[in-house]
């Protein structure tokens, strides 16, 4: 080959095959950036299954009923304490891990979800009632985003809104 070939393929490198090989890794960094997204959201989801198990291994404390439980022992209400905090450590991990101010579509979805599992708990009085306990020492902006929550929702039940409780 001469020179001239040489030069007109590097060329052609440079003007087509570099900018190829610079989207192609780009398009690949998103790709595994969605990957590693959907990774911890499926372990998130997987934390919170295990959670919903010790929920229901406890249904003395009426943690699905839709009013609250009645008069809880002292041992009882130690178990919810848990439970609830157990829970609170898993939304702050999952707003830790998720949230972000500017959410693009499928990151609005993944958060969606929690934020609805968060709502749906801050319906019930009793967890609304135990919350400045659970966030004593957590992240600022997740105390903030679960007590503006949680607030809604309590303006939501004085509203007369149905399902106060169901989690």
């Not at 990774?39 to 919170?48: I, P, T």
């Not at 958060?111 to 708990?121: K, L, P, Q, V």
């Not at 939501?156 to 809104?161: I, P, Q």
Request: one cysteine or more.
């Amino acid at each position: 080959m001469s020179l001239e070939t040489w030069e007109l393929m590097s060329y052609v490198v440079t003007v087509i095959g570099l900018p190829l090989a610079i989207a192609v890794f780009f398009m690949e960094k998103r790709k595994e950036h969605e990957n590693d997204a959907a990774e911890v959201y499926q372990q998130l989801s997987d934390n919170y299954q295990d959670f919903l198990k010790i929920a229901l291994e406890n249904p003395d404390l009426g943690l699905f009923s839709a009013a609250n439980a009645p008069a809880l022992s002292e041992e009882q209400r130690e178990r919810r304490f848990i439970i609830f905090n157990m829970l609170v450590s898993l939304f702050e991990r999952a707003y830790l891990l998720l949230y972000e101010e500017d959410m693009d579509q499928q990151e609005g979805r993944r958060w969606s979800s929690w934020e609805d599992y968060i709502r749906e708990w801050c319906r019930r009085p009793d967890f609304r009632a135990s919350l400045p306990a659970l966030l004593r020492g957590e992240d600022p902006d997740f105390v903030r985003y679960v007590e503006r929550l949680a607030e809604s929702e309590q303006r939501g039940d004085e509203g007369g809104r149905a399902g106060s409780g169901s989690a």
